[in-house]
């Protein structure tokens, strides 16, 4: 396994400073944030080439685009259209910048909440994007995420058995499977089986109401919830089975920190990495 920083845990930052301190941290990479100021659909070209030299500088390799194009499930055909040219720019930039991986959004509603006609308008959608994506040889990747309609094991399965393209997997977010409140442990890891192409880390906490640093508001299938979002081990996610089911499965991917604690961002990612090394036996 690698590990590699979310650049969005440093969006306060210049993406090559995030770079710097990506590897300060002693990660192998960094996974880019597909918004300004790091990355996005119509950043330029010469950009891009100087973010690789960057990187390639520093020793970092960039594994995955962390894009936020997509949305299609509950868009009008307009939009989609619109969506699917800004996904090839960010296409291009993930070919320029030796990514393997393109991260995509089917869209909502909570999967709980989706009809039908929802799967079916993000599985159109999502393999058009995957079929361009192979002929660059790059996979797309969605993340399971509370509010979309990929925000189960079970729910990421029904859409990917939908694809006629077969370059596309899941991004596992304990966290945010915490949040929907659905299992993110052992059987997770092994009802996603050869879909799990990534794995996002990080902490979150059920908390009575929202307001102070750090909280937020989501709809669940219990109704509207409270979080904070929190540092590793100091949460309500047990990431433990994951990490054992990940190395009982022998899972060669990356595992990403992205860690949005009300902390200073260095601070709250080398404390993220170190419990991630000693849950996994490495420290």
């Not at 080439?49 to 500088?57: F, L």
């Not at 750090?214 to 990431?239: C, I, K, P, W």
């Amino acid at each position: 396994m690698k590990f590699a920083v979310f650049s969005g845990v440093l969006i306060d930052y210049s993406i090559q400073e995030a770079m710097r301190l990506t590897k300060q941290l002693g990660a192998d990479g960094i996974e880019i944030a597909g918004r300004e100021p790091h990355l996005s659909p119509s950043t330029s070209r010469q950009r891009v080439k100087e973010m690789k030299a960057v990187a390639d500088s520093l020793g970092l390799a960039i594994p995955v685009i962390a894009s936020y194009v997509g949305g299609f499930s509950t868009a009008s055909d307009k939009e989609c259209g619109q969506a699917l040219e800004d996904f090839r720019r960010m296409l291009d930039h993930a070919a320029e910048l030796g990514a393997s991986k393109l991260r995509v959004s089917p869209g909502g509603p909570n999967a709980f909440l989706a009809q039908d006609y929802h799967f079916a308008k993000a599985a159109y959608w999502m393999d058009r994007c995957a079929a361009e994506a192979k002929a660059q040889q790059i996979d797309i990747i969605m993340e399971i995420h509370n509010e979309s309609l990929v925000e189960t094991a079970d729910s990421s399965q029904r859409l990917l058995g939908m694809l006629k393209q077969d370059n596309v997997g899941m991004i596992h977010d304990a966290g945010n499977m915490y949040i929907t409140d659905t299992d993110y442990g052992r059987d997770s890891v092994y009802k996603l089986g050869e879909h799990l192409c990534h794995v996002h880390v990080k902490d979150e906490l059920r908390i009575d109401k929202a307001g102070a640093p750090g909280t937020f508001v989501n709809l669940t299938h219990r109704g509207e919830e409270y979080f904070l979002q929190s540092r590793m081990g100091e949460g309500g996610a047990d990431h433990q089975p994951l990490f054992d089911a990940l190395l009982e499965t022998n899972y060669q991917g990356w595992i990403t920190l992205e860690c949005h604690a009300p902390f200073p961002a260095y601070e709250r990612l080398e404390h993220d990495f170190q419990v991630v090394k000693r849950l996994l036996g490495r420290s």
